[in-house]
Nanobody, 119 residues
């Protein structure tokens, strides 16, 4: 059973920073693409960032230059460092993992963590 467990969400003022973490099952993590998605109330889920097993990254346009995704294969953990947060970043953030970028959304998901940015 693959498990993804997110942590690190919370309430922060605009301009502040948060770091999200996602811990994954050991045998699963190192072989797979990992990503962060978010969904705000009344909006569609969107890709925030993803990272391949080799460390290549891709970001959604709205977060480029402000967010950084990284992974620590020794700790089976993927991180999302979020800087210069804006109220529009408020959403539930989900960790996802899959064997390929193209099928990431059909892979495994965490339970989500709430990020709220106040103005």
């Amino acid at each position: 059973q693959v498990q993804l467990v997110e942590s690190g969400g919370g309430l922060v003022q605009a301009g502040g920073s948060l770091r999200l973490s996602c811990a994954a099952s050991g045998s699963f993590f190192s072989k797979n693409v990992m990503g962060w998605y978010r969904q705000a109330p009344g909006k569609q889920r969107e890709l925030v960032a993803l990272i391949t097993r080799g460390g290549n990254t891709n970001y959604g346009d709205s977060v480029k230059g402000r967010f950084t995704i990284s992974r620590d294969n020794a700790k089976n953990t993927v991180y999302l460092q979020m800087n210069s947060l804006k109220p529009e970043d408020t959403a539930v953030y989900y960790c996802a993992g899959g064997s390929m970028i193209a099928t990431l959304e059909q892979g495994y998901w965490g339970q989500g963590t709430q990020v709220t940015v106040s103005s």
